[in-house]
């Protein structure tokens, strides 16, 4: 995937010169991409005159900064205490096994990207998981797998009507 930096020169040159705007900057580069690639990071740091390290640092010391490539879906399964207990974790390893990912990545597809999290403040529903503001509770590992196979046949049906 080759970087194109078209879309970045209009983010830096709306924000040059202005003080405190590298989170708008990197934000707005997040929502042009989808993350933040290595160039434009690079191409910020030398636009802002900061040290590339500096720009990183920001980026990954912010939870809503990504520099991977994200899944139009993000499948967050919840591990905190009522999930866990019941569960959470089997979920989790069953649908790492059905997208052949780890927590954390994002299927070859670009279609799914998993994470695990603390908690969606669902505990009354453990175990739980969101995928994009859906929350799906009192799951199994069965029950998670095919709510997820419902989102992967809804791409294939939109994309071959889209054909």
Do not use: N, W
Not at 21 to 48: F, N, W
Not at 115 to 125: I, K, N, P
């Amino acid at each position: 995937m080759s970087f194109d930096a078209g879309k970045l020169s209009p983010i830096l040159d709306a924000h040059r010169g202005r003080p405190g705007a590298l989170i708008p900057i990197l934000q707005e580069t997040q929502e042009a991409y989808g993350y933040l690639p290595r160039e434009a990071i690079a191409a910020i740091a030398a636009d802002m005159r900061l040290p590339a390290a500096q720009v990183y640092g920001v980026a990954t010391f912010y939870a809503q900064f990504h520099l991977k490539p994200r899944g139009r879906h993000v499948i967050r399964v919840c591990l905190g205490t009522a999930c866990h207990v019941r569960g959470g974790e089997r979920i989790l390893e069953q649908l790492e096994r059905r997208l052949e990912v780890k927590s954390g990545d994002t299927t070859g597809d670009l279609l799914f990207t998993l994470e695990r999290v603390a908690c969606l403040g669902a505990c009354g529903l453990s175990p739980t998981m969101m995928i994009d503001d859906s929350t799906y509770g009192r799951l199994t590992p069965r029950s998670a797998a095919e709510i997820v196979e419902r989102y992967r046949r809804a791409a294939e049906e939109a994309a071959a009507g889209g054909e």
